[in-house]
């Protein structure tokens, strides 16, 4: 016999939230039945197999700090629901593969290891606790939501992992990734426009920064012809300053400045237009549709534009602001 519990816990990043959770026997599991039975195994710096569920006697989990192994846990059973509830809330979507089936999370894999990752295979998640001298855990709200977008995207336009369309998959994680931290609006991990800014131990730097993607010394702020040759990472750049100029504009309320691009200046935005943003619910929406409706597999960042443009059409209608917002974002980062 199995039932839903109200349990709550205390994250490392999330700090104290509501977990749901799974009664067994007496046990507590970190199992949610509401979102599609997810769960949360302990890989004890193991690198193979499932690793076990994590269990609790008073259905009060963790308690903060990393010397509770199930602290870490708490942080990705939450990010998988705060993602369920983002998806399906937002956007309709019944789980990654809109199936109703929640995905797994294995933390604590391997020692020191800085990286989390999607597979396809396992249809899981799997967390590194990072090396704890530059690296927290990788199982920020924002890095799970990257991470099980990459899901959602194989199940859809599964933009191929390589040139432009690599690019694009990697800025769709980055996008949603981003519009789930603002979903959950959690005071301990106040949302932005930055991947990853909590994995740092010291408190500043980021993965990337959508709002100008080459303060990272790498991502390009605009397109140019040569950008497959790009790693996928730092070709998203584009995609990711499209996104933010969409939602945000030039100077939105609250939100870091960021330029515009000019020809010759691929990895520095350094123009001086200035475009008004239409919010970031129209933006994903928009994204959401683009991506679901209209990219394939070889979908390229002019390809993107299209299939924006489309989503904003279906949406908005032709010539609305939001149509044109979406037209105006593109040429910003040069793709016209
Ligand atoms: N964390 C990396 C990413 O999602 C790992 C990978 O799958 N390339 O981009
Ligand atoms: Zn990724
Ligand atoms: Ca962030």
Redesign the pocket.
């Known amino acids: 016999h199995t039932a839903a519990a109200n349990g709550t816990g205390t994250g490392y990043f999330s700090g104290n939230v509501a977990l749901t959770t799974d009664l067994v026997s007496g046990t507590y599991y970190l199992r949610d039945p509401s979102r599609g039975n997810t769960y949360t195994t302990n890989m004890s710096n193991g690198t193979t197999g499932n690793g076990t569920v994590f269990t609790d006697a008073d259905n009060v989990w963790a308690n903060g700090l990393l010397s509770n192994t199930a602290t870490i846990g708490v942080d990705a059973q939450y990010g998988t629901a705060v993602t369920w509830d983002y998806y399906k809330n937002v956007h309709g979507r019944n789980g990654i593969a809109n199936n109703g089936v929640g995905a797994y999370n294995r933390v604590h894999y391997s020692s020191g290891y800085n990286n989390a990752y999607w597979s396809d295979t396992c249809f899981c998640m799997t967390y590194g606790d990072g090396d704890g001298t530059t690296f927290n855990p990788f199982d920020?709200?924002?890095v799970a939501g990257h991470e099980m977008t990459h899901g959602v995207t194989s199940r859809t336009a599964n933009l191929t992992y390589s040139g432009q369309s690599g690019g694009l998959n990697e800025a769709t994680s980055d996008i949603f990734?981003?519009m789930v931290?603002y979903y959950a609006a959690n005071a301990n991990?106040a949302?932005?426009?930055?991947?990853?800014?909590?994995l740092y131990k010291s408190g500043t730097g980021?993965l990337r920064y959508m709002y100008s993607p080459n303060l990272d010394g790498s991502s390009a702020d605009c397109y140019y012809s040569t950008i497959a040759n790009l790693d996928v990472h730092y070709s998203s750049g584009v995609a990711n300053h499209f996104f933010f100029l969409l939602a945000e504009g030039t100077a939105g309320a609250g939100m870091p400045t960021s330029k515009t691009c000019i020809t010759g200046n691929k990895l520095k935005a350094t123009g001086t237009a200035s475009l008004t943003g239409i919010g970031r619910s129209p933006a994903a929406k928009i994204w959401y549709r683009a991506l679901t409706v209209y990219m394939t597999s070889s979908t390229t960042f002019k390809g993107a534009r299209t299939a924006t443009l489309k989503a904003a059409t279906d949406l908005y209608g032709t010539g609305s602001t939001q149509y044109n917002a979406v037209a105006a974002a593109w040429s910003a980062v040069l793709v016209n």
């Open positions: 920020s709200l924002d990734g981003t931290e991990d949302p932005d426009y930055k991947i990853g800014e909590k980021a």
